[in-house]
């Protein structure tokens, strides 16, 4: 398995942009797609972006197509997150997850390990 860690989230205006990372540890990082997905307050976890091990592959939510872009760099075992043109609608603790199944990209049921969360926050 995959240790991975969040980092990156914020406050941000309408508008604006953060990048999210998600650092992983061990050697085997580059045998695993990786994935965002998020979970606002008293709603279930939602798929956001992914990748495949190479990253000339992505697949993206519709609710973000156009304004994020997943991407990695396997040479520092990190997978990031761009976003821009953030909407109040993006509010979220965001998760990325390393997929350890030959499962749909989009469902949770797919990835094995997961890192503890980022808080994005954007006001209106």
């Known amino acids: 398995q995959v240790q991975l860690v969040e980092s990156g989230g914020g406050l941000v205006q309408a508008g604006g942009s953060l990048r999210l990372s998600c650092a992983a540890s061990?050697?085997?990082?580059?045998?695993?797609?990786m994935g965002w997905f998020r979970q606002a307050p008293g709603k279930e976890r939602e798929f956001v972006a992914a990748?495949?091990?190479?990253?000339?592959?992505?697949y993206y939510a519709d609710s973000v197509k156009g304004r994020f872009t997943i991407s990695r760099d396997n040479t520092q075992n990190t997978v990031y997150l761009q976003m821009n043109s953030l909407k109040p609608e993006d509010t979220a603790v965001y998760y990325c997850?390393?997929?350890?199944?030959?499962?749909?990209?989009?469902?949770?049921?797919?990835?094995?390990?997961w890192g503890q969360g980022t808080q994005v926050t954007v006001s209106s």
């Open positions: 990748l495949n091990w190479s990253g000339d592959s992505t």
């Open positions: 061990g050697r085997t990082f580059i045998r695993y797609a």
């Open positions: 997850a390393a997929k350890n199944t030959l499962g749909i990209v989009s469902s949770t049921l797919s990835y094995g390990s």
